[in-house]
Every structure is written in structure tokens, then in C-alpha cells.
């Protein structure tokens, strides 16, 4: 009898520790975190905010992920790293710093590869092409692609006003961590200096750099207009943003789990879609209200003087092999 008794016990008391050791697990693999450089208010933000509410919803709450933004978790490479590691979950990373871990993304840096927003939207919605493609050299680093978000286009903002070309010669700019927007400031005739975002607003104000180059919303929304009052609106990029989620916890997910998550992402993109439209229309009168002139310096020197960035990007392995997906961008209409 108390045989059978122990055993009844003991049989209890497994049980019980099991489900609350199964429990636990469980909902740690739905304790999912986010690493976001930008601030709240930043497209980029509510685009990925929208993401994490509606995958709660779909989900039923079962996966929430924990929003770190305004660069909690670090710069932008390192937060790629502690997706790699399976540290954090998801990270809305720009392409130029994701290119310091996949050179194949210095595609979306090459200068005035983008006419207009019309034309992004296009590349990056009307076909698969550019998702199946870098879904596919994500993988290989243990990254899983979610989609692109469009960050808006990229000026120049510093110290000095710029008219034209030569009112950049000689002078330092703060460019992202990237090959291409290195060479592409150089053959502009500027000192290229690599600077991770969060230290951006220090070199700035201690003179490090004359000029950084960046979004004008990421100016406004860092409030750098505290800093310096000089934008020139020069467009040589449309900023493209990677939604990305650590290969292993996509991998964790339930198929119900990774329906809700591309479900939900597909929910964003409409938000972003319409949003960096929208606020296109007023950036720009939201940075003059803050006493910042900005410059609308002819495109074309810049086009011109950049176009030779192109050939040093294909004569690289990461771009010999991207170069299909320029050819698509190019070719879309």
C-alpha cells in the first residue's frame, strides 16, 4: 500500500514538474525581441510596431515580441549578430550595415538606383524576385528574410550648405557601414568616414565630420536639426530596410506560427507603403519649422561622378553574382 502510494506521488510529482517545466519552455520560445536602432516615431518603428501587433493578434497572443527601440540592443551590426546567435529574435535592419555580414545587399546602395518611390514599390512588391533571391543568401547566414521596408530617400546634412558638387570637395561624411556608399562618397570628391548610427549625433557636434548622409525623416526624428541646420535634398538612394528574424526561431515556429508572422508582415508593408508616402508630403516642411535650410542641389554631377561605382561593385563576388538583381531593378518601369 504505501508502495503503491509512493508511486502514486511520485507519478504526481513528475507530472506536475513536467508541465511546469514544459510550460516554461513554451513560453520562452514565445518571448521574442525585437533590436531596432530607431526611435519611436521613426517609420521604420511604427512599421515594425504594426508588425508585432498584428502577429499578437493573429496569433492570439500566444507570440509577443518585446520591441527594443531607439538602439537598445546596440548598432545596427550588432543586433544583426544577436539575431545570428539567436539572442534576439527580429531586427529591422538597414541594408548598408547588413551588408557588412551580406555584401549581396550593397545593391540597394548604389547610387540612383531607384528613380522615385513608384519605382521601389515596384521592385520590391510587383514580383518575387529580389525577396526569392535574398531570401535565399540570408539563409546561408542564418537569417531569415520577412520583407523589405522603404525607409524613405537618403540626403546629405552637416554644417554647410551644398548648392552643388563642388560645395562637397574635400569635406568629411559620415557614411553607414558600407563598401558601396564608401566608394560612392569618394568619387563625389568627399572624405567617406564609416560611422555606426549611434554615434552619428557626437561626431557631428564635435566636428569630426563636416556632413553625414542619411534620411531626412531619420534626421528630423534623431532631431539632428539641434545639431546642424543644412540638408540637401540629393536622393542618391532610396533606403531599404530588411525585416529579418533569426533562421533557428523561424525554425522553432508551428507552421500556424509562421503563417501569422508572414500574415502579419504583410499587414506592415501595407501600413509602410502608405506611410512613407504620406509622410513625404510633409518631411520636409517639419524640418524647415525647425530652422533647417534645405538645399535641392542639381542631380545630375552626382549621377555622373558616381556612375563608376557600378563596375566596382560587379567586379566584387558578392556583386558579380547580385548583378541580376540590378539588372531587375533597372529593368522594372
Known amino acids: 500500500m504505501f508502495r503503491l502510494r509512493s508511486s502514486k506521488l511520485f507519478l504526481a510529482i513528475t507530472v506536475l514538474i513536467a508541465a511546469t517545466f514544459g510550460s516554461d519552455r513554451a513560453a520562452r520560445a514565445q518571448d521574442l525581441t525585437m533590436g531596432n536602432v530607431n526611435p519611436p516615431k521613426h517609420g521604420t518603428s511604427q512599421t515594425t510596431q504594426q508588425?508585432?501587433?498584428?502577429?499578437?493578434?493573429?496569433?492570439?497572443?500566444?507570440?509577443?515580441?518585446?520591441?527594443?527601440?531607439?538602439?537598445?540592443?546596440?548598432?545596427?551590426?550588432?543586433?544583426?549578430?544577436?539575431?545570428?546567435?539567436?539572442?534576439?529574435?527580429?531586427?529591422?535592419?538597414?541594408?548598408?550595415?547588413?551588408?557588412?555580414?551580406?555584401?549581396?545587399?550593397?545593391?540597394?546602395?548604389?547610387?540612383?538606383?531607384?528613380?522615385?518611390?513608384?519605382?521601389?514599390?515596384?521592385?520590391?512588391?510587383?514580383?518575387?524576385?529580389?525577396?526569392?533571391?535574398?531570401?535565399?543568401?540570408?539563409?546561408?547566414?542564418?537569417?531569415?528574410?520577412?520583407?523589405?521596408?522603404?525607409?524613405?530617400?537618403?540626403?546629405?546634412?552637416?554644417?554647410?550648405?551644398?548648392?552643388?558638387?563642388?560645395?562637397?570637395?574635400?569635406?568629411?561624411?559620415?557614411?553607414?557601414?558600407?563598401?558601396?556608399?564608401?566608394?560612392?562618397?569618394?568619387?563625389?570628391?568627399?572624405?567617406?568616414?564609416?560611422?555606426?548610427?549611434?554615434?552619428?549625433?557626437?561626431?557631428?557636434?564635435?566636428?569630426?565630420?563636416d556632413f553625414a548622409e542619411g534620411g531626412v525623416n531619420t534626421f528630423y526624428h534623431n532631431k539632428f536639426y539641434d545639431i546642424v541646420k543644412y540638408v540637401a535634398d540629393v536622393r542618391h538612394t532610396h533606403q531599404a530596410v530588411a525585416l529579418i528574424m533569426s533562421k533557428a526561431a523561424w525554425a522553432k515556429l508551428d507552421p500556424a506560427g509562421q503563417k501569422a508572422v508572414m500574415d502579419a508582415w504583410a499587414h506592415a508593408r501595407a501600413f509602410n507603403r502608405k506611410f512613407i508616402l504620406d509622410e513625404d508630403k510633409t518631411i520636409q516642411d517639419q524640418v524647415k519649422a525647425k530652422g533647417v535650410t534645405i538645399t535641392k542641389p542639381d542631380a545630375a554631377p552626382f549621377l555622373k561622378a558616381t556612375e563608376s561605382v557600378y563596375n566596382d561593385f560587379y567586379a566584387t563576388p558578392a556583386g558579380k553574382d547580385a548583378k541580376k538583381m540590378v539588372d531587375y531593378i533597372q529593368s522594372v518601369k
Not at 533571391?133 to 537618403?154: N, P, Q, S, W
Not at 548648392?163 to 556608399?181: F, H, S, T, W, Y
Request: hydrophobic share 45%.
Open 51 to 209: 508588425f508585432i501587433d498584428k502577429l499578437a493578434e493573429l496569433s492570439g497572443g500566444k507570440i509577443k515580441v518585446a520591441h527594443h527601440h531607439s538602439g537598445a540592443l546596440g548598432g545596427e551590426r550588432e543586433v544583426v549578430q544577436q539575431i545570428q546567435l539567436g539572442a534576439v529574435t527580429f531586427g529591422p535592419i538597414t541594408t548598408a550595415p547588413l551588408s557588412t555580414a551580406v555584401p549581396e545587399m550593397s545593391v540597394f546602395q548604389l547610387p540612383y538606383i531607384f528613380r522615385d518611390y513608384d519605382h521601389v514599390f515596384k521592385a520590391l512588391d510587383g514580383s518575387t524576385t529580389l525577396t526569392d533571391y535574398y531570401t535565399a543568401v540570408l539563409d546561408k547566414k542564418g537569417l531569415k528574410l520577412i520583407g523589405f521596408i522603404a525607409a524613405g530617400y537618403r540626403g546629405i546634412y552637416g554644417h554647410y550648405p551644398i548648392n552643388g558638387i563642388a560645395d562637397i570637395k574635400g569635406k568629411k561624411v559620415r557614411v553607414q557601414e558600407d563598401k558601396i556608399l564608401v566608394a560612392t562618397f569618394k568619387a563625389l570628391g568627399m572624405i567617406s568616414t564609416p560611422i555606426a548610427f549611434p554615434e552619428v549625433a557626437t561626431a557631428l557636434q564635435t566636428k569630426v565630420i
